[in-house]
């Protein structure tokens, strides 16, 4: 059964459930009930925008559920997944935790520190050459002379091409 409450500092206007859905309860100020879409931040968080006087703020789901479900007595400052899915914000599978639980968690799962393994990536130039070959991105960005975040864009399919290469994963 899917049980309702008010989002923190947005009492009367957002609701949370503890399956970890979002609604607005004033939607398109015609007093409309509507849930709010939910996207995915880099990390692979839901998250949501919501609007207040003018000002928007997002926030990642898992918390809001946390926050208006979950007892924080101790005042830990991180929201863990029980089962390891980013997704799944249903409040039978999150808890409050200290960074160090958090850590040992994700390391038990072997997920900690998986942004850092390395990734082999190929740099094919777009006007004919000599395509390259790189170990990480790291060593791609200074191979081509970009910043890092240009081959993850690459890599992730929001830019094409970055100084005159297209770079794909190997």
């Not at 692979?44 to 703020?57: A, D, F, H, M």
Request: charged fraction near 25%.
């Amino acid at each position: 059964m899917e049980i309702w409450k008010d989002v923190e500092d947005y009492e009367g206007i957002y609701q949370v459930s503890n399956l970890g859905n979002v609604r607005s309860l004033n939607y398109r100020r015609k007093g409309l009930i509507s849930n709010v879409k939910q996207g995915i931040d880099h990390y692979g968080y839901p998250k949501i925008r919501l609007y207040k006087n003018g000002v928007r703020l997002e926030y990642k789901v898992h918390r809001l559920v946390a926050k208006a479900f979950l007892d924080n007595s101790m005042g830990l400052p991180e929201v863990n997944h029980k089962d390891y899915n980013r997704k799944n914000n249903n409040i039978s599978n999150l808890e409050w935790v200290s960074k160090l639980d958090n850590i040992i968690h994700q390391s038990k799962r072997g997920l900690f520190g998986r942004q850092a393994t390395t990734r082999r990536i190929i740099a094919i130039p777009i006007n004919g050459g000599e395509t390259l070959l790189f170990n990480s991105v790291k060593e791609a960005s200074q191979g081509i002379g970009v910043a890092q975040c240009c081959i993850s864009y690459c890599l992730s399919g929001k830019q094409k091409f970055t100084r005159g290469y297209i770079v794909k994963g190997a």
